[in-house]
T-cell receptor, first 112, second 115 residues
Framework: AQTVTQSQPEMSVQEAETVTLSCTYDTSESDYYLFWYKQPPSRQMILVIRQEAYKQQNATENRFSVNFQKAAKSFSLKISDSQLGDAAMYFCAYRGNNDMRFGAGTRLTVKP | KAGVTQTPRYLIKTRGQQVTLSCSPISGHRSVSWYQQTPGQGLQFLFEYFSETQRNKGNFPGRFSGRQFSNSRSEMNVSTLELGDSALYLC??????????????FGAGSRLTVL
C-alpha cells in the first residue's frame, strides 16, 4: 500500500524568507502523481502544485517549487519569499492507480 | 463558475442516529470523492464516484455509504453514528476519475459532531 509521510508536524518561517516542507512516500507503482495541497484556517483545501512522476523536471508555480527525487521517493515543497497568507496546513498527497493518499500535514506559521 | 458546494456545513447528531451529507460538484465535473478528516487520523479516503458508479472505496465500515446522481451530485450517508465519526467530511470533484492527471477541487467541508 502506498504511504505518505510528512515528518514535520510544524514549521515556522519569517516573512520574506524561504522554507522547505518535507515529504516522503512509499510505492511500488511506476506511474503516479504527487501533490501539495494547502488548507488555510477557513478549511477549504486548494492545490498548490502538482508533479507527474514520469517528468524529471521539478514543477514550479510562482513562489512554490518542488524537489522531486524519484529514486529516493522524496517530494519536498519550497516556498520562497514567504507571505503571511502562506500560513496554513500543507498536505503532501499521492495518487497512483487507486485512491488519493495524504500525509499527516505540516502546519506552517509565518512570522511578520 | 461555482465551486464545490457541501451541505450542511455544520451538524450535530447523537450516537445511533444517521446522517446524510450532500456535495454538488463544479459544473461539468463528473467525479466526486469523499474524505474524512480528523486530528488523529488525518485525511482518509472514503470513496470515489464517477458517472453514478463507485470506482474506489477506502477502508471504512459498511456504515459509510454513498451514491452519485445523474447530475453528478453526490451524497454520503453514515448510519448508526459513533463518537469516532465526529470529523470534517470533505468532498472533492474532478473532471474524470482514478487519475492524478485530474486536479481535485475541494469543498469547504461538512463538520459533523456526534454527541
Amino acid at each position: 500500500a502506498q504511504t505518505v509521510t510528512q515528518s514535520q508536524p510544524e514549521m515556522s518561517v519569517q516573512e520574506a524568507e524561504t522554507v522547505t516542507l518535507s515529504c516522503t512516500y512509499d510505492t511500488s507503482e511506476s506511474d503516479y502523481y504527487l501533490f501539495w495541497y494547502k488548507q488555510p484556517p477557513s478549511r477549504q483545501m486548494i492545490l498548490v502544485i502538482r508533479q507527474e512522476a514520469y517528468k524529471q523536471q521539478n514543477a514550479t508555480e510562482n513562489r512554490f517549487s518542488v524537489n522531486f527525487q524519484k529514486a529516493a521517493k522524496s517530494f519536498s515543497l519550497k516556498i520562497s519569499d514567504s507571505q503571511l497568507g502562506d500560513a496554513a496546513m500543507y498536505f503532501c498527497a499521492y495518487r497512483g492507480n487507486n485512491d488519493m493518499r495524504f500525509g499527516a500535514g505540516t502546519r506552517l506559521t509565518v512570522k511578520p | 463558475k461555482a465551486g464545490v458546494t457541501q451541505t450542511p456545513r455544520y451538524l450535530i447528531k447523537t450516537r445511533g442516529q444517521q446522517v446524510t451529507l450532500s456535495c454538488s460538484p463544479i459544473s461539468g465535473h463528473r467525479s466526486v470523492s469523499w474524505y474524512q478528516q480528523t486530528p488523529g487520523q488525518g485525511l482518509q479516503f472514503l470513496f470515489e464516484y464517477f458517472s453514478e458508479t463507485q470506482r474506489n472505496k477506502g477502508n471504512f465500515p459498511g456504515r459509510f455509504s454513498g451514491r452519485q446522481f445523474s447530475n453528478s451530485r453526490s451524497e454520503m450517508n453514515v448510519s448508526t453514528l459513533e463518537l469516532g465519526d465526529s470529523a470534517l467530511y470533505l468532498c472533492a470533484s474532478s473532471l474524470y476519475a482514478s487519475s492524478g492527471a485530474n486536479v481535485l477541487t475541494f469543498g469547504a467541508g461538512s463538520r459533523l459532531t456526534v454527541l
